[in-house]
């Protein structure tokens, strides 16, 4: 029940984002996430952190990326928080993730490299931990 909220979410979240309908071979990744925030960092802060500075920084080096907090309103996960990673294809998706989901050795790059500074601010508000499953759309 709580992974077809998930879709639902991402239906109407994308259909908005992109003025337009998922398109087919696209590959969107949902995770439950948990967030574990630092002494004195509110989740607004936290918040605004991830979707002002964190996210922009890594789209902005993982080109037909696009990420996602959702806030769960209704049913299982109601209370909680989740994360959608978009890639707009498979080939998209295993630049930066192998078969198993771990990191390629270009994302390890970005992450030493481009994205070491923003991932260093990360570590002072919070950190997120996820179960998650990827698809295809169809």
Avoid at 7 to 27: P, Y
Avoid at 62 to 83: S, T, V
Avoid at 89 to 117: H, I, R
Wanted: proline residues 3%; charged residues 25%.
């Amino acid at each position: 029940m709580k992974k077809i909220a998930f879709v639902v979410a991402l239906a109407l979240l994308t259909g908005v984002a992109f003025g337009q309908t998922i398109q087919k071979g696209a590959v969107v990744g949902l995770y439950d996430i948990e967030i574990t925030l630092d002494p004195d960092v509110t989740m607004n802060q936290y918040l605004d952190f991830v979707l002002n500075e964190s996210f922009p920084a890594w789209e902005k080096h993982m080109p037909g990326i696009k990420l996602f907090i959702l806030k769960g309103f209704r049913g299982d996960n109601a209370k909680g928080y989740g994360l959608c990673v978009w890639c707009e294809s498979k080939e998209v998706y295993k630049k930066y993730w192998d078969k198993e989901g771990a990191p390629t050795e270009l994302l390890q790059g970005l992450m030493k490299n481009e994205l070491k500074e923003v991932q260093e601010k990360a570590k002072k508000v919070g950190w997120m931990s996820w179960d998650f499953t990827d698809y295809v759309v169809l």
